[in-house]
Nanobody, 120 residues
């Protein structure tokens, strides 16, 4: 079994910062891409940022220059530093990872989600 556990969400004022973390645990052989998605009320889940095992990154246009994704492969953990937050960043943020367990095929796992609210 593989679990992704997120932390770091909360309430922040516009212009503020938050740092999300997501740690993968279980019988993990390797992890390929990791990423963060978000879903605002009444909207579809969208990709925010992704990072490969080699460190290549990809960002949604709406967060470029404000968010930074990083990972610690030794800890099976992905981070997202979010700066200059805007009210439109308010959403539930989900961690995502492509994980291969020992003796199994690669598959995608999701975290439980963490709420980020940007409001004055």
């Amino acid at each position: 079994q593989v679990q992704l556990v997120e932390s770091g969400g909360g309430l922040v004022q516009p212009g503020g910062s938050l740092r999300l973390s997501c740690a993968a645990s279980g019988s993990i052989f390797r992890i390929n891409d990791m990423g963060w998605y978000r879903q605002a009320p009444g909207k579809q889940r969208e990709l925010v940022a992704a990072i490969t095992s080699g460190g290549s990154t990809n960002y949604a246009d709406s967060v470029k220059g404000r968010f930074t994704i990083s990972r610690d492969n030794a800890k099976n953990t992905v981070y997202q530093q979010m700066n200059s937050l805007k009210p439109e960043d308010t959403a539930v943020y989900y961690c995502n990872a492509e994980v291969q367990r020992w003796g199994s095929l690669l598959r995608t796992y999701w975290g439980q989600g963490t709420q980020v609210t940007v409001s004055s």
